[in-house]
């Protein structure tokens, strides 16, 4: 019986992995175009709120995440990571899913961004969270310019410490530009509460963050 019940259960995980999408691993070329030393983007406040790009995952799951932070205006499920152009859902060749992070400095700071994100995933494990496999899966923080990306080279060293021989599998990449998924997307987990998804890896993941951050949470967010 108990050889049953592991099969089972290693049935039903194989089952939700990718399900938040296929990942796209045959672009090689255009990933270490991606991963070469450019400028980076910087995008221009607007209303005094500022912008951040992450990728950890599935976007669902990283969008849920923010949304639930106090001073995040509105998170934004998309692509960025890569060089392709027009980048879908069936089809988004080098990128990763991310998000934009719309949010207000005033309240939330980038380095608390930043510790949200490492605090939300398993910060070792290589193209993928959980479930999901594959490089449209992987984890990036970008950076737009020198002070971003010192607090999250700092954040990283610091982690490295921790590490009993493990590394930080994130990249730190600077932010080029972002695309923003088809509408579905958006909103995934509230508007689909009863997706096995999102029932058993996102919601799982997101009451797992907010146990670790509740001083950063929204008032009506709660556990």
Not at 34 to 53: C, F, M, R
Not at 187 to 213: A, T
Request: aromatic share 12%; charged share 25%; hydrophobic share 35%.
């Amino acid at each position: 019986m108990k050889k049953i019940t592991i099969f089972v259960f290693s049935i039903f995980l194989f089952s939700l992995q990718g399900a938040c999408k296929p990942s796209n691993d045959n672009n090689k070329e255009a990933e270490a175009i991606a991963q070469k030393e450019q400028n980076p983007v910087q995008t221009d406040p607007i209303n005094g709120l500022k912008k951040a790009y992450f990728a950890s995952g599935c976007f669902w799951c990283v969008e849920a995440v923010y949304e639930s932070i106090n001073g995040v205006k509105e998170a934004i499920s998309g692509y960025s990571g890569g060089q392709t152009e027009n980048p879908t859902y069936e089809n988004h060749a080098d990128h990763a899913e991310a998000v934009e992070v719309i949010y207000d400095p005033e309240i939330v700071s980038f380095t608390q961004l930043v510790d949200v994100y490492f605090g939300s995933q398993n910060i070792t494990q290589v193209n993928g969270q959980g479930p999901d496999h594959g490089k449209s899966y992987r984890s990036i923080a970008f950076y737009q310019n020198d002070s971003e990306k010192k607090i999250i080279d700092e954040k990283i060293a610091a982690l490295n410490k921790q590490l009993d021989g493990d590394k930080v599998a994130a990249q730190v990449l600077p932010f080029q530009k972002f695309w923003d998924a088809e509408n579905y997307h958006q909103n995934y987990e509230r508007n689909n509460p009863g997706n096995p998804y999102i029932q058993n890896v996102s919601i799982p993941r997101l009451n797992k963050f907010k146990e670790k951050f509740p001083k950063l949470l929204k008032k009506d967010s709660g556990h």
